[in-house]
């Protein structure tokens, strides 16, 4: 489904149009009634708007928007302008109540959208330290208890809480690396320690990493959850439970298809707790620890710059970097410099990826044809007719049949490679019309003497009168 299938195709327009700030701010007041009543009102709404944007509502002028010169005239107007541009575009609807009051309705979109909005607003400090521990908690009680309702729920609990985590450490990662680019355009003191100890460090460490660390510690739950996921799915009376539990509650066609997606869930959780540590949490580590280092160095840096040669060369540098006209004169500094690359090693330092060299279009290879030896066709043909024949195959046939009406190909013991390929050919001449049987072929099929056949049955044919 298309992104504008979901939502409609204006909804965003207000965002983007000069008056984007008031908007933004009428829908967050939209959070608030949304989040704070079942109903909403029109006129409380409207209310809500009049108390709380009285003074951006005043000095707004809504240049360039369809505002009729009635509502442009006072607050009042204002307001009600604007619960008309946010319906319109596709925010909230409304509808008459028994009542005969207007009521605004909220769609899902709109609603989670606000819910996003009203987040990103919002300073109060996040905490993400239950994931890990609620996995542990809900399948340690499950595991204790006998209800295997409680274990199938608690395997896929399990699974959505593992995917969150991994969004949240990813979330963390790009947020750690987002303070350290944001860091060397940073050319004050006071400017890079904020940046440093209030947002990246209550923001981001101690609001993620460090309660990953001591609250909901990977590496004392991770054994604990491995253990329980790991005897449930060697348990295969349990899986079937848990999948005939998971079919009535709907997570699947068949038991076999929730068997399935129960063990599928089981082993990626399993596989997401031995790596945590290694692919996500080390590599956070170290880009705080490189951050840090960054954030010293830019201090250090910016307090002594007018002190000695470092800070000196680095003023010098940079007021050069923004000056599109000081080329010549870099060219001029350029040998009076020896710049030498500052390199690591890591753990990856010794490996590259190979690239391989670009193709080259060679000339055609001719393959020529091998003239056919005609004494050796011939020798063929006669070694076709005679031993593979439709008097040897109709031969073949009679010898399975005896005096049997029916055979199936289980009983007929084939055992040489001589056999196997006469079953073959029965099986294709089996539609000739002047063939003495038929063949009809069987569901399955049954390994005989290292030959793997289809099930099959061989019907002699009855004798016209």
């Known amino acids: 489904m298309k992104f504008f299938d979901v939502i409609p195709s204006e909804l965003f327009s207000p965002l ?3 008056n984007r700030v008031l908007y933004a701010d009428a829908l967050d007041v939209l959070y608030s009634a949304y989040r704070d009543n079942l109903k909403i009102r029109e ?28 509502e442009l005239r006072d607050i009042s107007g204002r307001a009600r302008f604007l619960i008309r541009k946010l319906c319109s575009k596709g925010w909230f609807e409304k509808e008459r109540g028994d009542d005969f009051e207007e009521y605004i309705t909220v769609p899902g979109y709109s609603s989670r959208l606000l819910e996003l909005f009203h987040q990103l607003r919002d300073d109060s400090p996040v905490r993400g330290y239950s994931y890990v521990f609620n996995t ?33 450490l990813q979330m963390v990662y790009h947020n750690v690396k ?15 320690l904020a940046s440093h100890f209030d947002d990246l460090g209550q923001k981001v460490i101690e609001a993620y990493i460090r309660p990953l660390k001591i609250k909901d510690s990977v590496p004392k739950y991770r054994v604990p ?6 005897n449930w799915a060697e348990d295969d009376a349990l899986l079937l439970a848990m999948a005939n539990a998971a079919l009535q509650d709907k997570r699947g ?31 956070i580590d170290t880009q705080v ?22 800070g000196n060369l680095n003023v010098l540098l940079t007021a050069l970097s923004r000056n599109r006209r000081a080329g010549d004169l870099v060219d001029q500094m350029q040998p009076a410099f020896q710049l030498y690359e500052q390199s690591f090693l890591s753990e990856k330092s010794l490996w590259f990826r190979k690239r391989p060299g670009k193709r080259t279009k060679a000339a055609p290879v001719l393959i020529q044809e091998p003239n056919p030896d005609a004494d050796a066709i011939a020798q063929a043909g006669k070694l076709l007719r005679s031993e593979y024949g439709r008097a040897a195959i109709a031969a073949y046939v009679r010898g399975w049949l005896g005096d049997a009406e029916i055979r199936e190909f289980k009983d007929l013991e084939i055992q040489d490679d001589k056999a196997y390929i006469m079953s073959l050919l029965a099986v294709l001449t089996s539609q000739d019309p002047s063939a003495q049987y038929q063949i009809k072929e069987l569901e399955g099929t049954f390994s005989e003497y290292g030959y793997s056949i289809p099930q099959m049955q061989i019907r002699r044919k009855e004798k016209k009168r």
């Open 225 to 230: 959850i491995q253990s329980v996921l790991k």
């Open 178 to 192: 987002r303070y350290f680019r944001m860091q060397s355009d940073m050319q004050a003191v006071n400017q890079v």
């Open 289 to 310: 620890r490189r951050c840090t280092r960054a954030a010293t160095q830019k201090v250090e840096n910016l307090m002594n710059r007018d002190q000695n040669v470092r």
């Open 43 to 70: 006129d409380v709404f409207y209310s809500m708007l009049r108390s709380k944007l009285e003074e951006q509502l005043a000095d707004a002028t809504f240049e360039g928007e369809d505002i009729d010169e009635e």
């Open 253 to 283: 066609d068949t038991v076999e298809n929730c068997r399935s997606d129960l063990l599928q869930k089981i082993f990626w959780v399993d596989e997401r707790y031995d790596n945590l540590e290694h692919d996500y949490l080390d590599e």
């Open 16 to 18: 983007a149009s000069p």
């Open 136 to 168: 542990y908690s809900s399948l340690k009680v499950a595991n204790e208890g006998g209800n295997v309702y409680e274990k199938m729920a608690a395997v896929y609990s399990a699974y959505e809480n593992t995917s969150e985590l991994i969004k949240l």
